[in-house]
């Protein structure tokens, strides 16, 4: 019984944290988009950022919207 409750745990704590990913695209105007994905919770963490050059540097704003 008790290696049957520790498998569960095992299992219910591996599905919570599952393997994330990220990815980028580059829009015709210049614009960078970056999204961070992942699977915890549902997605819960998900973010997507949209970014313009400017020199060196990046400005980025939240790109989530409806």
Do not use: E, W
């Amino acid at each position: 019984m008790k290696k049957s409750l520790a498998v569960l745990f095992v299992l219910a704590a591996s599905a919570l944290n599952a393997c994330s990913y990220g990815g980028i695209a580059v829009a015709p105007n210049g614009t960078v988009y970056v999204a961070r994905n992942d699977s915890f919770l549902f997605g819960a963490l998900r973010h997507i950022y949209a970014c313009q050059a400017n020199g060196p540097a990046l400005n980025c704003a939240d790109a989530n919207g409806p």
